[in-house]
């Protein structure tokens, strides 16, 4: 585990303001997000799971004929549907993000946070590829992602 500072941003009225650092606690290394494209009803993950048109299956529109697919990681022993993360910085659900820079400079989001647990939240970095993940969990100085 790796404690990472992260500046912290919020959407302002007109714009995204700095809202100081936070800590946060690199949980794992790179993971790769598995795709399953036969899930079944009693998978624990089935309400994550979409149809070729994107339709999940409580919508009157899932039609699982032409295949269904989800998208998930392993982590801890356990499986997190990629749908289930809220993406950071939608101004509507999540108007916060988290950033750092790496040693070359480059700055890097974390993308996501948990939405099915809301008092300590996970959070999830995406690869350049969109391949693989990192999980994070917040420090100390916050513990939801409001």
């Known amino acids: 585990m790796k404690t990472i500072i992260m500046n912290k ?19 794992s290394r790179w993971i ?4 399953n494209y036969s899930p079944c009803k009693r998978n624990a993950l089935w309400d994550y799971v979409q149809d070729e048109n994107g339709y999940k299956p409580y919508a009157d529109q899932f039609n699982p004929e032409n295949g269904l697919y989800l998208d ?31 040693k070359d400079g480059k700055t890097c989001y974390l993308s996501g946070v948990d939405g099915d647990n809301y ?28």
């Open 9 to 27: 941003s919020a959407l302002g009225c007109s714009s995204w303001e700095n809202a100081g650092t936070v800590e946060f606690i690199r949980l």
């Open 32 to 35: 790769s997000i598995k795709h």
């Open 72 to 102: 998930y990681f392993t982590f801890d022993g356990k499986n997190y549907a990629i749908e289930q993360f809220l993406a950071l910085g939608n101004p509507f659900f999540c108007p916060i993000t988290y950033s750092y820079d790496t």
């Open 119 to 146: 008092y300590n939240p996970l959070y999830i970095e995406f690869s350049p590829d969109c391949e693989m993940v990192r999980v994070y969990q917040a420090g100390k100085a916050e513990n939801t992602y409001y």
